[in-house]
Protein backbone atom coordinates (compact mmCIF):
# COMPACT_ATOMS: atom_id res chain seq x y z
CA UNK A 1 0.00 0.00 0.00
CA UNK A 2 2.84 2.33 0.81
CA UNK A 3 4.04 1.57 -2.94
CA UNK A 4 1.14 2.39 -4.26
CA UNK A 5 0.68 5.50 -2.56
CA UNK A 6 4.27 6.43 -3.17
CA UNK A 7 3.83 6.21 -6.86
CA UNK A 8 0.42 8.28 -7.07
CA UNK A 9 2.40 11.16 -5.52
CA UNK A 10 5.06 11.04 -8.04
CA UNK A 11 2.68 10.44 -10.88
CA UNK A 12 1.24 13.80 -9.43
CA UNK A 13 4.08 15.56 -9.19
CA UNK A 14 5.39 14.65 -12.85
CA UNK A 15 2.20 15.80 -14.15
CA UNK A 16 2.33 19.04 -12.10
CA UNK A 17 5.86 19.58 -13.56
CA UNK A 18 4.89 18.79 -16.90
CA UNK A 19 1.69 21.16 -16.90
CA UNK A 20 4.16 23.80 -15.62
CA UNK A 21 6.67 23.22 -18.85
CA UNK A 22 4.22 23.18 -21.78
CA UNK A 23 2.45 26.17 -19.98
CA UNK A 24 6.21 28.00 -19.88
CA UNK A 25 6.74 26.35 -23.76
CA UNK A 26 3.35 28.09 -25.00
CA UNK A 27 4.58 31.40 -23.06
CA UNK A 28 7.66 31.71 -24.85
CA UNK A 29 6.45 30.90 -27.77
CA UNK A 30 4.03 33.83 -27.98
CA UNK A 31 6.69 36.20 -26.07
CA UNK A 32 9.19 35.08 -29.25
CA UNK A 33 6.78 35.80 -31.98
CA UNK A 34 5.40 39.12 -30.18
CA UNK A 35 9.15 40.11 -30.12
CA UNK A 36 9.71 39.56 -33.98
CA UNK A 37 6.42 40.94 -35.20
CA UNK A 38 7.77 44.26 -33.42
CA UNK A 39 11.06 43.84 -34.94
CA UNK A 40 11.52 45.90 -38.09
CA UNK A 41 11.82 43.25 -40.77
CA UNK A 42 15.12 42.99 -42.77
Known amino acids: M ?3 ASF ?3 AVK ?3 FAAV ?3 G ?3 GKK ?3 RKDAN ?3 E
Open 2 to 4: AFL
Open 8 to 10: IQY
Open 14 to 16: FII
Open 21 to 23: AVC
Open 25 to 27: LFI
Open 31 to 33: LRD
Open 39 to 41: APA
